[in-house]
């Protein structure tokens, strides 16, 4: 049913817009939209107001905010093709924290151009990849006065906060949201060389706990050799997590995990995958569970990873103080089989039978999600397969993202559709670290990729949809 | 030869003067001096200025900074008592950092009186108890126009830092500073309400460490379960210090400590001690080495602990990343038969051994000092005991100081005269903590027992000091 693409009228004139594409993408990185900190609230604002805008000039009708008393998420649709698919596209407008600041090079809410990559903190998780698919809609829209399909779209404001309130925005908008699949913007390729889709995610589950060993700091002289100090027992429950080979050391942890099959062994290992390479460019040497391959522990294999960890005196020069209260934060990555409140439990089960006595511990404990996996025979995953096939002339992979989306299980429980990720940001980009940057490529890849997409739904029609 | 203590003018004065001693002690605390931070120069130099003003208004000559390339010191003299001995007079007005600031119930520069106790950073750290023997030496020349002994007062502006430059200071000015023992203000009473003497106090040796994992932090998602976590590695490097009975663990740590004694077993078991109650009052449990009291691990054994443990990120909320460095501060507490250098190498080779493959360690050592004791017979220390036998009643304890005065070491390598602790914090003023006080009662009775110790060394004659 699609063009050629390079004659492709939609593509082309998103070829020609190039530099307003980028402009307003660098508009949209300008606001600090950091979801995890209220600090940043006016940042968050911004971000939507941006894209409620952008919507509305686009010609989505019904825009607006969805709230449900965390960030809103800002909503549009296009119902003009009756008898078509409807699709949720789906993307995020927050983004992590900028920290640690002194180690950008350039400023993270300032999109900078350097050697065919745009870097700021969101151009690749999610902004990049959202602005991608909002741009080819509003293209079609331009061109050709309608889409393939029917569309509504949701950008998420909490996707980095574990999608707080995502479900409850569903649960109260059931009607609204009603489509055939999710086509979701964020979730990122494997790789920029060979095309690929994520057919699945790792879940996410999170606790923060805090130990206090004393009523307060001691002086390390003084009590020195006497007390227990909290660094040392937060190091202890820490390390207490996996053995010395880097296996889980909690107990139930693994309940539920399937080992992979020797047909999945088997594709595993079809993947070309230059381990040597992979470790050099990140300046560090394999790690995690023993027994398994790379790419096995990245998607068939859950974690366990501290993400922060404070106490005591962190400031210049020396303070002899016996620290009486240390801080860490814990995430886990989840796999099929697993259940996200059976792992936290777990997880805090472990640390309260590890911490000693004289040391009291709390736990804060975030909001879980589940792993994903799309069935195998899903039409938007045929139909997002074959556009790649198309665009890249390649048989594209499927593989899986260690990353989390709780997007998929949270739709997946609310409106019982299944999610297929289509995004154009790439693993090696830094999401969550300094210098988070896209490749410019990613615009092209993408462009192509969405506009074959759309056409091959529109001329599947809903019967393919019927299950 | 000492007057009764009812009726010696000079304490009759210092009683008197109570509130100017008060206000004048204020006005010093609220003077910043914190050594570790060059942020708080300022203070520093506040700190000195106020010092030498002091000193040459209470008839100090040859008032003057000593410089060696770090904080200088504050110099006074006044040696009109020949054929007595000299003292050298020693305090410190450097403070430790108040972090963490927010735990202050009051404001840490600001001296606040709150049911018999002043509270502010340096109150018992040592600037209230340097002001008991600035203030007493001060009343004698107002009251008598001379002190019964030579003084020369020392003020040293780096004790909080390892007392860096204090060894050059005095290589500087061995003429100058040539003494008969040093009286030091400085060292802290064991209890408040059991008269004592600390014969010894254990030296310090510290090390900051960096452990780097990865070029860049990476997404707990994308990487979680094939890369070493730096946090991970940071803890198992601490926990690795120590067995999990609290035994060190570092090869050579315990080398040359010798065991106490049969009879020091007995001495440390005469002491009034309630263990019960101690831990009690800190909110906590007894932690350490197996297989020696309290006192013991205090006085006679060695630490190790981390002061300051951080990595990652530790704002609010969430943030799922892999961090690639992690930082930790350790000192070790040392006891006599120790090498200091080569307590810090044995560390330093334990963390370069236990560092796993894909870590890098980097390893930042400090200014170490070795444990001290002053010899049993010593003139200074028996009429440090007579003094305070006289205004207590009582017959005062020898006992030890688990923290460090690192001046000991260094006057004794360099000047070869001793040191007797004559302070009147006391252990539990919360040195290096928030809300850091000393007790008003300590005026009462450091000014007696600094009158009555005078009175006592004049008394004696330069001949009781030929050894």
Known sequence: MSEPVGTDRVLARLRDDRQGVLERLATLLAARSVSTDPAYAE???AARALLLERLAAAGFANVRLLQAGGHPAVYGEWLGAPGQPTMLVYGHYDVQPPDPAELWRSPPFEATMREGRLYARGASDDKGPSSIAIETLAAFLAVEGRLPVNVKILLEGEEEIGSATL???LDGNRELLAADAVLSADGGRW????PSIAVGSRGIAALEFTVTTAVKDLHSGRY???VPNALHVAARLLASLHDADGTPAVEGFLDGVAEPSAAERAALAAIPFDDAGYYADLGTAPAGEPGYGTLERLWYRPTIDANGLWGGYTGAGGKTVIPNAAHAKLSMRLVPGQDPAAVTAAVVRHLERHCPPGAKLSV???????AYLVPGDHPLLLAAEAALRETTGREPLRVRNGATLPLSDIVHGRLGIDTVMFSFS???????????F???SAFDDGFAAWVALLRKLGGQGAEAWRR
Do not use: C, K, Q
């Not at 804060?364 to 589940?370: C, D, E, F, K, M």
């Not at 790439?426 to 988070?436: L, S």
């Open 43 to 45: 940042g968050m604002a």
């Open 167 to 169: 479900g409850a925005i």
């Open 191 to 194: 790789r920029a060389d060979i």
């Open 224 to 226: 020195g050799g006497v």
């Open 364 to 370: 804060r404990t975030g909001h879980p999600s589940a």
């Open 426 to 436: 790439t693993a090696d980009e830094d999401f969550h670290a300094p210098n988070e």
């Open 438 to 440: 896209i490749r410019l």
